[in-house]
Antibody
């Protein structure tokens, strides 16, 4: 059974860098699928942050691309999120998830079938 | 950038059919999926590739996608189906979510 668990500081100061880790159990990241981050501000909808594949493809949200880095540590079977220059608008529940991306030409399906429980990050001084 | 539009809320009586729409330019030319999210919990995938149900999702959940609209249909809606529902698609190498629909069963 595949499980994902987010971890990291619950409080980050404005202008600093938010750092989170997603530990994956029950499946080797290097074996396949896409792996990514999604966030949800309080009382609001879901926002995709970015994803990467086991083969090295990485995609980021255009609105966050300049501040986001997603990296992977296959030896620990975990991946990480760094979001720089945070403000109060970055306060949210952050989820990691496994995804499948398949298709051809312009007809692709991307869906997230396993999610972590989420971790709350508050940006405040 | 690509946008997906959902109604903020939908109400349904127990046992009736609930339909939640998701609109986007030529959405029928893309694959859509749907997530259910209950308060305080992580989203759960209920429909992928327009019409497919993951293992463990009840048969009362079904999906369709044509033209500019994808639809999530819940037949014989139960109280436990009350939740927020989000549609999602892949466009120009990015994931796009709809704004979400709160389904109320009353």
């Amino acid at each position: 059974q595949v499980q994902l668990q987010e971890s990291g500081p619950g409080l980050v100061k404005p202008s600093e860098t938010l750092s989170l880790t997603c530990i994956v159990s029950g499946y080797s990241i290097s074996s396949g699928y896409y792996w990514g981050w999604i966030r949800q501000p309080p009382g609001k909808g879901l926002e995709w942050i970015g994803s990467f594949s086991h083969s090295g493809n990485t995609y980021y949200s255009p609105s966050l691309r300049s501040r986001v880095t997603i990296s992977v540590d296959t030896s620990k079977n975990q991946f990480s999120l760094k979001l720089s220059s945070v403000t109060a608008a970055d306060t949210a529940v952050y989820y990691c998830a496994r995804a499948d991306l398949s298709g051809s030409l312009s007809y692709y399906a991307y869906y997230m079938d396993v999610w972590g429980k989420g971790t709350t990050v508050t940006v405040s001084s | 950038s690509y946008e997906l539009t959902q109604p903020p809320s939908v109400s349904v009586s127990p046992g009736q059919t609930a339909s939640i729409t998701c609109s986007g330019d030529k959405l029928g030319d893309k694959y859509a999926c749907w997530y259910q999210q209950k308060p305080g919990l992580s989203p759960v995938l209920v429909i992928y590739k327009d019409t497919k149900r993951p293992s463990g999702i009840p048969e009362r959940f079904s999906g369709s996608n044509s033209g500019n609209t994808a639809t999530l249909t819940i037949g014989g809606t139960q109280a436990i189906d009350e939740a927020d529902y989000y549609c999602q698609a892949w466009d120009s190498s990015t994931v796009v979510f709809g704004g979400g629909t709160k389904l109320t069963v009353l």
